[in-house]
């Protein structure tokens, strides 16, 4: 199994930007879709969680300003960031049923 994300780039602060994360292989029906990202000099922090049953949970910096979703037709997981910050410079990891993580892809929020 592996997990591939993508949509990471550099954006004006209160731009936008998409990422998603595919997962290829034998991966079956995952129960918990996650996002994680780690800035610079700093642990890596849990962002946003879409469960099976289309439950979701964000953590207090990204709700409000991100969403999370999931297409389990493709084994697709996808993060929408409107109103990104500086601060939300970071690598961003998916990480599916703690068991999978994806290889990150770069958000850089500058002027």
């Known amino acids: 199994v592996q997990l591939q994300a993508f949509g990471g780039g550099t954006v004006q602060p209160g731009g936008s930007l998409r990422l998603s994360c595919r997962a290829s292989?034998?991966?079956?029906?995952?129960?918990?879709m996650q996002w994680y990202r780690q800035a610079p000099g700093k642990e890596r922090e849990f962002v946003a969680m879409a469960l099976a049953n289309s439950g979701t949970h964000y953590n207090d910096f990204a709700a409000g300003r991100f969403t999370i979703s999931r297409d389990d037709s493709k084994n697709t997981l996808y993060l929408q960031m409107n109103s990104l910050q500086p601060e939300d410079t970071a690598v961003y990891y998916c990480h599916f049923d703690k068991l999978y993580w994806g290889q990150g892809t770069v958000v850089t929020v500058s002027s």
């Open positions: 292989g034998n991966i079956g029906s995952v129960n918990v």
